[in-house]
């Protein structure tokens, strides 16, 4: 990993940190001025500048708001959703130089690929599951190079068979849940900003896990009634659903 994609991390990890009460009531705008400014991302300028970015778009005509009048707790935790799923999407806009070398340090797939015969990954997953993604894996490996696409292709397989393993355990998992719209939005802007096609798969993948980003920080985890862009559809052209 590139000393730039750890200061990316760090920016990350840092942000979800960030409560209202360290920034002090302010609207979406003002907070997202206040982010480019930190001096804390002076060494990732750009990485300021999308979560800026991003913290704007999830708050626009979504469910997701950033309310200056409600009472300091419900700010807090508004500020924390908006901050880290903002944070996500900044973090990978920031992507590396594609498409990478198949095994190099970067490459998330081959490290996959190391990780499929540890213990841990032979106990939850079943030889079908784990035969899918090797399968995936020496594919997308074949011409030596790994694409932007076949990485989030990957993200959506290993959704779709994580959901198969909850479902053996009995247990719940975050694709239980509908995305948010604000998730949805802000995912449509990353594929359309990395010049990928918007797949419903790709966008339904991707706002469930800035979804459960947010959860793990606050326990709650989001509706089930949120709406689903259609294919093809403008995140503007879905019904505002918030109260």
């Known amino acids: 990993m590139t000393d730039q994609n750890l200061d990316a991390q760090r920016a990350w990890e840092t942000a979800q ?6 920034i002090t009531k302010q609207t979406v705008n003002e907070l997202a001025e206040r982010i480019k400014q930190d001096p ?11 979560i800026a970015k991003y913290m704007l778009v999830l708050t626009d005509n979504t469910d997701l708001v950033l309310d200056i009048a409600a ?26 130089d594609f498409p990478l070398e198949a095994n190099s340090l970067d490459d998330y797939l081959g490290q996959a690929l190391r990780n499929m015969n540890s213990d841990v990954v032979q ?7 784990r035969q899918a993604l090797t399968d ?9 190079l790994v694409t932007k696409e ?41 594929f359309e900003a990395l010049d990928i096609e918007p797949t419903e798969d790709r966008i339904q993948n991707m706002a469930s896990r ?15 009634s949120a709406p689903e862009l259609e294919q093809g559809a403008s995140p503007a052209d879905v019904p ?3 109260i």
């Open 17 to 22: 940190n960030k409560t209202a009460p360290e």
């Open 40 to 50: 804390y991302y002076a060494s990732v300028p750009e990485i300021a500048e999308s």
């Open 71 to 96: 009472d300091d707790d419900v700010y807090e935790l508004q500020a924390i959703e908006i901050m880290t799923k903002a944070s996500f999407f900044a973090v990978m806009q920031d992507t590396k």
């Open 123 to 129: 106990q939850l997953l079943s030889e079908e599951q």
């Open 136 to 144: 995936y894996i020496n594919e997308a490996h074949e011409d030596g």
């Open 150 to 190: 076949e990485l989030f292709d990957f993200g959506v397989l290993q959704s779709k068979i994580g959901v198969e393993t909850a479902d053996r355990l009995g247990v719940e998992s975050m694709e239980d849940y509908e995305p948010s719209l604000s998730s949805q939005k802000a995912a449509l802007t990353l």
């Open 210 to 224: 800035a979804d459960s980003s947010s959860a793990m920080l606050s326990g709650a985890f989001p509706q089930k």
């Open 240 to 242: 505002d659903q918030s």
